[in-house]
């Protein structure tokens, strides 16, 4: 049972993948300009890597190697394009914020390579349980680094203004800002979990 906690902790905290192992940063910077994009990018994220994780875990017995890889995208993809018509039937405002990053979710490292790293390598259990802790990890730093980012750019949370918008600077929402936040907020993490 602890080692469970273990694995599930691990992609919060540990091996968490945007602050620690540094992957999906293509929509860690393209999705956070505010903290409601990312959370959304970042629920997207981890519906599509517990789906996947699952259906890997169940099938990796019948994958021949020299198709694995395929195999694997395939089943990402499938799930990625559920997530996407879903979100563009429900939340159409959060659809359209997102854009392209959606369809990209299918090459996110981070899919990928959990597949790759462990769901073909462990139960379904356990691969359920590694897909929950890194996506709530990534969905956690994404929403971190987007309420950052409102707040110094636009003086809101959430779309809720905090009555300071005409004193930020609107570098924040822009490409640089996103830099200068992750970076850091990836010091500050890293400094924090190694006490």
Same mark, same amino acid.
């Given at each position: 049972?602890?080692?469970?906690?273990?694995?599930?902790?691990?992609?919060?905290?540990?091996?968490?993948?945007?602050? !620690? $192992?540094? $992957?999906?940063? #293509?929509?860690?910077l393209?999705?956070?300009?505010?903290?409601?994009?990312?959370?959304?990018? &970042?629920?997207a994220?981890?519906?599509?890597?517990?789906? %996947?994780?699952?259906?890997?875990?169940?099938?990796?017995?019948?994958? =021949?190697?020299? /198709?694995?890889? =395929?195999?694997?995208?395939?089943?990402?993809? %499938?799930? /990625?394009? /559920?997530?996407?018509?879903?979100?563009?039937? *429900?939340? =159409? %405002?959060? *659809?359209?914020?997102?854009?392209?990053?959606i =369809?990209?979710?299918?090459?996110? #490292?981070?899919?990928?390579?959990?597949?790759?790293?462990?769901? %073909?390598?462990?139960?379904?259990?356990?691969?359920?349980?590694?897909?929950? @802790?890194?996506?709530?990890?990534?969905?956690?730093?994404?929403?971190? !680094?987007?309420?950052?980012?409102?707040? $110094?750019?636009?003086?809101?949370?959430f779309? *809720?203004?905090? @009555?300071?918008?005409? *004193?930020?600077?609107?570098?924040f929402?822009?490409?640089? &800002?996103?830099?200068? /936040?992750?970076?850091?907020?990836?010091?500050?993490?890293n400094?924090?979990?190694?006490?």
């Open positions: 049972m602890m080692n469970n906690w273990k694995v599930l902790w691990n992609g919060i905290i540990k091996q968490n993948p945007a602050f !620690v $192992l540094v $992957l999906g940063m #293509c929509p860690t393209g999705t956070t300009t505010s903290a409601e994009n990312g959370f959304g990018m &970042g629920v994220t981890l519906a599509v890597l517990v789906l %996947s994780n699952v259906v890997i875990s169940l099938i990796k017995q019948w994958i =021949p190697d020299k /198709v694995r890889i =395929p195999a694997f995208i395939v089943v990402i993809a %499938s799930f /990625v394009t /559920v997530i996407e018509l879903l979100m563009q039937a *429900y939340v =159409p %405002s959060l *659809y359209k914020a997102l854009g392209v990053f =369809p990209l979710i299918v090459v996110n #490292c981070i899919i990928l390579g959990r597949a790759e790293a462990f769901a %073909s390598k462990n139960n379904v259990w356990r691969s359920l349980l590694d897909g929950l @802790g890194m996506g709530v990890g990534f969905t956690w730093a994404l929403t971190l !680094v987007g309420a950052v980012r409102e707040v $110094l750019g636009n003086g809101a949370i779309g *809720y203004e905090l @009555g300071i918008k005409s *004193y930020m600077p609107l570098v929402v822009m490409a640089p &800002g996103g830099f200068f /936040v992750l970076g850091y907020l990836m010091i500050l993490f400094r924090l979990s190694r006490k």
